[in-house]
């Protein structure tokens, strides 16, 4: 059994800042691909960010230059920098991240969400 479980959501201002974690936990034998992903009210769910077990990092257009991924493979977790955030990122943020347990292969896991809005 494996779960990940995301903090750090909340509400911010626009151009403010917040930093997002997640944490995977169970028989966890290897972490793969970890990533991050946004689901807006009435849009489908979309990639954020993603980094690989040997750093190799991917961002959506639409975060370059304020969004930052990062990893500690040692603690089992992903992490999601955030500044100059806009409006446009208000959505519910998931963690993904391909698990590969003692009894399985890899596969892909989700967190439960965390909400981050971005208002005045």
């Known amino acids: 059994q494996v779960h990940l479980v995301e903090s750090g959501g909340g509400l911010v201002q626009p151009g403010g800042s917040l930093r997002l974690s997640c944490a995977a936990s169970?028989?966890?034998?290897?972490?793969?691909?970890m990533g991050w992903y946004r689901q807006a009210p009435g849009k489908q769910r979309e990639l954020v960010a993603t980094?690989?077990?040997?750093?190799?990092?991917n961002y959506a257009d639409s975060v370059k230059g304020r969004f930052t991924i990062s990893r500690d493979n040692a603690k089992n977790m992903v992490y999601l920098q955030m500044n100059s955030l806009q409006s446009e990122d208000t959505a519910v943020y998931y963690c993904?991240?391909?698990?590969?347990?003692?009894?399985?292969?890899?596969?892909?896991?989700w967190g439960q969400g965390t909400q981050v809005t971005v208002s005045s």
């Open positions: 169970g028989s966890i034998f290897r972490i793969y691909g």
């Open positions: 993904n991240a391909d698990i590969a347990t003692y009894d399985t292969y890899g596969h892909g896991y």
């Open positions: 980094i690989s077990s040997r750093g190799s990092i």
